[in-house]
T-cell receptor
């Protein structure tokens, strides 16, 4: 099975712009979660989508949004970019079996905001 | 709220030796899962091993084993016979089976294997 894929892998934007990141989950996985990783804050949960609905949300401002399509692919959007949004954005897909849910991550998108 | 504490920012280990990476956690949820991930310099988070809070036995996956001590809220990762390719950041994480948050990660341990 192919793993989680994320595009683009690298991105450079300037303050005030917006950006859209894409994530394709492992075939059969219906849950997609997004995480932000920065040197200062570490890994933080952004949100989770399941069956095209946002199911969980972390503590991020409304500039961060996402959506999920019927094929489970997900996009994350950040509007009005700030310097502090520079980070590695990781997408993970998961499959629940009983009480066990393991998240498998993609390679990430490195975003640099200038 | 959940919390993961990894007290070892960095470790140096001789190749072929075993290494233990420490992880303690805090949660008020009765049912949860504990995870270890490896992050090489490329950035991808690679799933290594899972331990459920109700699992009676310690989890093992090849050279990886998890030393789970529930009463002490400890979930240390043991890597046997370390290899140069094991050099990476290692993250411990917890996920409640009831809460709204997904994975909560620790700050990680940078492991360097010395030839």
């Amino acid at each position: 099975k192919a793993g989680v894929t994320q595009t683009p892998r690298y991105l450079i934007k300037t303050r005030g712009q917006q950006v859209t990141l894409s994530c394709s989950p492992i075939s059969g996985h219906r849950s997609v979660s997004w995480y932000q990783q920065t040197p200062g804050q570490g890994l933080q949960f952004l949100f989770e989508y399941f069956s095209e609905t946002q199911r969980n949300k972390g503590n991020f401002p409304g500039r961060f949004s996402g959506r999920q399509f019927s094929n489970s692919r997900s996009e994350m959007n950040v509007s009005t970019l700030e310097l502090g949004d520079s980070a590695l954005y990781l997408c993970a897909s998961s499959l629940v079996t009983g009480t066990k849910e393991t998240q498998y991550f993609g390679p990430g998108t490195r975003l640099l905001v200038l | 709220a959940q919390k993961i504490t990894q007290t070892q920012p960095g470790m140096f280990v001789q190749e072929k030796e075993a290494v233990t990476l420490d992880c303690t956690y805090d949660t008020s949820d009765p049912s949860y899962g504990l995870f270890w991930y490896k992050q090489p310099s490329s950035g991808e988070m690679i799933f290594l091993i899972y331990q459920g809070s109700y699992d009676q036995q310690n989890a093992t996956e090849g050279r990886y084993s998890l030393n789970f001590q529930k009463a002490r809220k400890s979930a240390n990762l043991v890597i046997s016979a370390s290899q140069l390719g094991d050099s990476a950041m290692y993250f411990c994480a917890i996920q409640s089976n009831f809460g709204n948050e997904k994975l909560t990660f620790g700050t990680g341990t940078r492991l360097t294997i010395i030839p």
